[in-house]
């Protein structure tokens, strides 16, 4: 009997070791969405999906990009993320915007996208084009650029994919064109603005040429403005 007694009391000593905590002791307690600040999980729950699950190799925009972090100023990086981009499919982020993300998050997902940051060294003789268009683009020069640079992959019927089709003109904003061409897609192959010149750098009034041309083949009822 005694025997029978002491296997029960150790039976049921062992299934509390295994299947509950001590008496008094509160389980791990669950971070509210809301709460959470840490940058990698926040990037994967909101922004992989889009951007790659490391910033790279996603249907959107590389983030984790050399080129891409030194020409987009950290402010403009932030108001991205916060308002969304208009005309394209990147939604605004922030809860002020009917996003789910606190101004905390916000700042820790900017901080964390900025940490990828490497230096980046202009060829000689040539400087980064701005993130933004400081002059009017000239599409004539622009055509003769393309020609040079980009029919080989992005001309009709190109084997990458045509970019001078009206349908996919019309979803893409003229400063989306513009950081394409300077950034390009080094984790897909695409050389950036380096090499776009007939293997020599694009300046900057090149890329505004360019960008020109491409919005000259838009239609116009979906003309979009550069800031967009």
């Known amino acids: 009997m005694r025997l029978a007694l002491s296997t029960v009391g150790c039976a049921v ?5 295994t299947a509950c905590d001590p008496p008094g002791k509160p389980g791990p307690e669950e971070i509210a969405p809301s709460e959470v600040t840490d940058f990698k999980t926040l990037f994967s729950q909101n922004c992989s999906g889009c951007h790659g699950p490391n910033g790279q190799k996603g249907p959107g925009r590389i983030l984790n990009d050399a080129v891409y972090l030194a020409v987009i100023p950290k402010d403009t990086l932030k108001h991205v993320i916060v308002f969304g981009r208009e005309g394209t499919a990147m939604p605004p982020w922030a809860m002020s915007e009917g996003g ?17 940051k490497k230096p980046v060294s202009a060829p000689a ?4 084009p ?12 622009g055509k003769r650029l393309f020609g040079r640079g980009c029919f080989a992959c992005h001309g009709p019927g190109a084997r990458v994919g045509s970019v001078t ?3 996919y003109l019309s979803l893409s904003t003229n400063q989306n064109l513009r950081t394409s061409i300077i950034v390009g897609r080094s984790d897909l192959g695409m050389p950036n603005y380096r090499f776009l010149n007939a293997g020599h750098a694009l300046n900057d009034q090149d890329v505004s040429d360019l960008v020109a041309y491409l919005a000259s083949l838009r239609p116009t009822e979906s003309a979009m403005g550069n800031t967009k």
Do not use: H, K, M, R
């Open 165 to 167: 089709d009206p349908s």
């Open 13 to 17: 000593a062992l299934i509390c070791l």
């Open 130 to 141: 701005s993130y933004a268009e400081s002059t009017p683009g000239d599409p004539v020069n």
């Open 125 to 128: 003789g040539a400087e980064l």
């Open 100 to 116: 789910p993300l606190t101004p905390q998050q916000v700042d820790a997902l900017v901080d964390g996208i900025e940490s990828w």
